[in-house]
Each structure stands twice: as C-alpha cells, then as structure tokens.
C-alpha cells in the first residue's frame, strides 16, 4: 500500500513539473521574454492545484496496470533506499528541492553544497 501511494505522489509530481513548464513557457510567450530571463511566477495558484490533484486523481484511476508499474517501481527503490540509509538518488530528485532544502544541507551527503 506505501509504495502504490508513493507511486501515485511520484505521478502527481510529474503531473506537476510538466504543468508548471508549460505555465511557465505560457507565461513567456504572453511577455516576450527570452528562454534565460525570469519570470515573477514561482508557484502554482491553489485553483490551479486543486484542479491538477483531481486531474491526477482521475487518470490515476483510469491508468492501466503497465503504465502504472513505472511509478510503483520507481517508489519502491526509493523504499529500498530508504531501507539502506542511503541518500536519495540525485538524478532524480525534483530540480525544487535541489536549490533550496535546508534537510538536505544539514545532511553529510552528496548535497552539501559550498
């Protein structure tokens, strides 16, 4: 039951990430901006979460067995992981939590940063 919850989280994250990219590429096309300014935009609005989770929700249930195996295989090696005391794969860690967790800089691990 974890690792199919976690599957379903790991779903909702890339739910998340390519609906953030795409308000984001959006946002740029409306203003003009370049591919390497900034943009004032940093978090979703709640509206847009609430309709994202239930977005997410609905495909989950409607989500065949194989397209689902990506995920449930994917929570349980960071179940393994989490089983081993091993730091969490860094190839697949959200770009949001590498910049600015305070766990992970209070950590002795490969992400400590300098």
Known sequence: MQADTSAFQN???EMYEGYYDLVISQ???KHGFQPDQQLNIRRLGFKDLVRL???AN????RMDRGRKQKYKELALEA???RRLR???DPFRIP???KKS???LKKTRSVFVRF
């Not at 609905?58 to 249930?61: E, G, I, N, P």
């Open 58 to 61: 609905d495909l989950w249930k």
């Open 101 to 103: 967790s305070n766990k």
């Open 86 to 88: 091993l730091p969490p």
């Open 53 to 55: 989770q239930a977005l």
């Open 95 to 97: 770009p949001h939590i």
């Open 79 to 81: 179940l393994h992981r």
């Open 27 to 29: 946002e740029r096309r």
């Open 11 to 13: 779903f909702v994250r």
